[in-house]
């Protein structure tokens, strides 16, 4: 068993058996078994996934004591700063994933932006994560769930609900977090 979460479970499993990324720098690594950076918090967060290639993390947010950590909010722990909540619950985040958009993280906020629009060398075809079509099938057939289109809206949703929560939680940890959003 990878983690206590049935969902991450079968998550893990898919990703073993695909040869490719399935969304962009998105890579399950050893559940709760780092701080993501962020030592300050890790008596509430599990972190399971590398969100990016340079090493932001995603990790559930152990917002309260509920048994089925599949229904906690996640976070994003930036690598190079910046600490969000991007989804309400795993199941939304899988939604998100199968956006293939790549997150990018600062203080002042997150965005999920698609690593095609920009140009660049990449070429005709270029393609992030070839298995993505796979993971979206692989999502609607074990979920009944369908891809975010657009995951900045699922993240602004997520944000507005849990906003409060977050803020009176991660202020006092790292101020930073919150003085971005004017909350401070």
């Not at 996934?49 to 990790?59: I, P, Q």
């Not at 994933?97 to 660049?120: A, H, K, N, Q």
Request: aromatic content about 10%; overall charge negative; some cysteine.
């Amino acid at each position: 068993m990878y983690a206590p979460i049935p969902a991450l479970n079968l998550l893990k499993e898919f990703e073993d058996g695909v040869e490719d990324y399935f969304a962009p720098g998105f890579e399950l690594i050893a559940f709760g078994e780092d701080d993501g950076g962020y030592p300050q918090l890790s008596d509430r967060i599990r972190p399971f996934a590398r969100a990016t290639g340079s090493g932001s993390t995603y990790a559930i947010w152990l917002l309260d004591d509920r048994a089925d950590l599949a229904t906690l909010p996640v976070l994003l722990l930036g690598d190079e700063g910046g600490v969000h909540v991007v989804a309400r619950e795993l199941p939304e985040l899988l939604r998100v994933l199968t956006s293939g958009r790549s997150p990018m993280c600062d203080w002042d906020g997150v965005d999920y932006y698609d690593e095609r629009e920009g140009g660049g060398d990449e070429g005709e075809g270029y393609g992030p994560c070839p298995e993505n079509p796979a993971f979206r099938a692989w999502l609607r057939d074990r979920f009944g769930l369908e891809p975010a289109e657009d995951p900045n809206a699922v993240v602004q949703a997520a944000g507005a609900e849990l906003g409060d929560a977050f803020a009176a939680w991660i202020g006092p940890l790292i101020p930073d977090a919150v003085a971005a959003r004017g909350t401070a």
